[in-house]
C-alpha cells in the first residue's frame, strides 16, 4: 500500500509559479513511477506529467510541456511540480498518483492516488 498526501495549491495571478509537493508513505518509494494529474470542473481527470521510479525519465503532457517540471528526492519520499507561467486553463484539482507500472502511471486508471490539492490561476 502507498499513502499520498499532496500540498503546495493555491491561488495565483497568471504569469506566477506555484510548487506542488506529493509525500508517500512507505520504503518502496522509488520502486514507483509517480506523476500529477488535474481535474477540472466538469471536465475529464487529465494526464499532466510522469517520473520514474530513479528520475531518469519523465513526460509531460504538450499543455504544460516547457512550463512544468517534475522532479523527485527518493531520500525524502517526495516527488515535486513546478509550475511556471501559469494560465487560468490550469485551474484545477491536482492529483499525485503511484504505479508500478511506466505506462499506468499515465493513465487513470493508476493504483494509488491522493486526495488532491487545489490551484487556482486569476486572470
Known amino acids: 500500500q502507498v499513502q499520498l498526501v499532496e500540498s503546495g495549491g493555491g491561488l495565483v495571478q497568471a504569469g506566477g509559479s506555484l510548487r506542488l509537493s506529493c509525500v508517500a508513505s512507505?520504503?518502496?518509494?522509488?520502486?514507483?513511477?509517480m506523476g500529477w494529474f488535474r481535474q477540472a470542473p466538469g471536465k475529464e481527470r487529465e494526464f499532466v506529467a510522469a517520473?520514474?521510479?530513479?528520475?531518469?525519465?519523465?513526460d509531460y503532457a504538450d499543455r504544460v510541456e516547457g512550463r512544468f517540471t517534475i522532479s523527485r528526492d527518493n531520500a525524502k519520499n517526495t516527488m515535486y511540480l513546478q509550475m511556471n507561467s501559469l494560465k487560468p486553463e490550469d485551474t484545477a484539482v491536482y492529483y499525485c498518483?503511484?504505479?508500478?507500472?511506466?505506462?499506468?502511471?499515465?493513465?487513470?486508471?493508476?493504483?494509488?492516488w491522493g486526495q488532491g490539492t487545489q490551484v487556482t490561476v486569476s486572470s
Open positions: 512507505g520504503r518502496t518509494f522509488s520502486s514507483y513511477a
Open positions: 517520473i520514474s521510479g530513479r528520475g531518469m525519465t519523465t
Open positions: 498518483n503511484a504505479d508500478r507500472s511506466w505506462i499506468g502511471v499515465r493513465q487513470s486508471t493508476s493504483d494509488y
